[in-house]
């Protein structure tokens, strides 16, 4: 099964996808991973490597193909990175949403990362718009729209461990029921 979670700089999605995978007993692959070990290659910050990838739109689309990649050839995975979902399309069994709340994510981000709040804030900010153009411009893609997604879950509600409960139920929920009648996401009008 693939299952790939998506959303927003600090919203868990890497922490939660980690314990899942360990739980499933299933591999784990984490586009921040790539993306921060291609930027640390080449010696740029993150913020940095999200600036110089507005330039060169051979970063963006590098990591993406390695991602369509991974999804295509690999069967039991989780998938992980804030285009997770659009980049496996409908090779994904199951696609998850993740927020939280600015405030909580920034929190998140400047613990992870040792820095100050207002510090983290920025940066967080700035490479969400940095990273929001591009998907625009070389996909198309409105990062805000959530109409690919099979679950969206606001993280800051529970703890993590408690988020992969929620998945883990999610999941055998659909392994359970793909047979009994339910619709396939791709048969889906949400248009009203």
Do not use: C
Not at 6 to 35: C, N
Not at 79 to 87: I, N, P, V
Not at 107 to 132: G, I, N, P, Y
Not at 148 to 159: E, F, G, K, P
């Amino acid at each position: 099964m693939l299952i790939t979670i998506s959303g927003p700089i600090g919203s868990g999605k890497s922490t939660v996808a980690a314990r899942l995978a360990d739980a499933r007993s299933i591999e784990h692959v984490s586009g921040g991973d790539i993306f921060r070990d291609l930027a640390n290659e080449r010696g740029y910050t993150p913020l940095e490597f999200n600036k110089l990838a507005e330039e060169d739109d051979q970063i963006d689309r590098d990591l993406d193909r390695r991602q369509r990649e991974i999804a295509s050839n690999r069967d039991d995975l989780v998938l992980e990175s804030r285009l997770a979902g659009w980049m496996a399309g409908d090779l994904a069994d199951l696609k998850l949403w993740f927020d939280a709340p600015k405030q909580v994510r920034t929190q998140r981000v400047a613990e992870r990362e040792e820095r100050d709040f207002e510090t983290a804030r920025s940066e967080m900010q700035a490479r969400a718009d940095s990273e929001a153009k591009r998907y625009r411009a070389y996909y198309g893609i409105d990062f805000k729209d959530r109409s690919i997604y099979d679950l969206a879950l606001n993280t800051a509600r529970w703890s993590p461990d408690a988020v992969v409960s929620i998945v883990h139920n999610a999941v055998e929920a659909y392994e359970g029921g793909r047979d009994e009648g339910a619709v396939p996401v791709t048969d889906v009008d949400y248009d009203f």
